[in-house]
């Protein structure tokens, strides 16, 4: 497959990181030298150190794809999960925003924009509306109707928390975490024994993923 440039900017990107530099410029000089192939080159071997942990090798290799084309779309998120994991959370959010403006309809992007603002900037409306768009965006975003289930709980409306659960599972969401909601959601109803009972699916299932 000699016409295909992502494979040849992998092979680039694996010579890089197995200490053969000059096989991998050779390879380089093969290809288009626009912008935006060189940008997918550093976006290849930033997907490379992140697969390893290596974050900050990860962040500066986005960061040069980002100066070559900065509308690459996903580099902003991956940037800003990135951020995330080192506590730079204005960072983050400021690269969740980016996203958003080039990819409107990016529900991994709004749901850490709503997780942001509820976990750190203290505004549940803001994280709500978020929230809303992570399922509006992918009805199946588990992560989104947690986040509004959370919220609910917090204002002590259990009976909206239990709607939002219901909808979550209807459309195949299901984990720990969201049996661990509803018994909390049951006990403030009185609702012991559904409250027992989640509760014990949450055990099965934490013990299970161990």
Known sequence: MPDDVVLRLTLAAVYRLSNHPDQAENLLRQL???DRTQAQYHVILADAHRGQLHV???IGEYEKALALAPTLPEVHYRL???YGDLHLYGQAREA???ELRISPRSADAAYSLGS???DYGNDTQTAAQYFEKTIQFNPGHLGGYLGLIKIQLGLGNPAEALRLA???QANGGDNDELHY???RAYNLQGRKDLAEQELKRFEELRSSAK
């Open 166 to 168: 219901e909808r979550a």
């Open 96 to 98: 969740f925003e980016r």
């Open 56 to 58: 900050k090798e990860a």
């Open 116 to 118: 942001y603002f509820l």
């Open 80 to 82: 800003g999960v990135l």
């Open 181 to 183: 909601l509803k018994s």
């Open 32 to 34: 288009p030298n626009d």
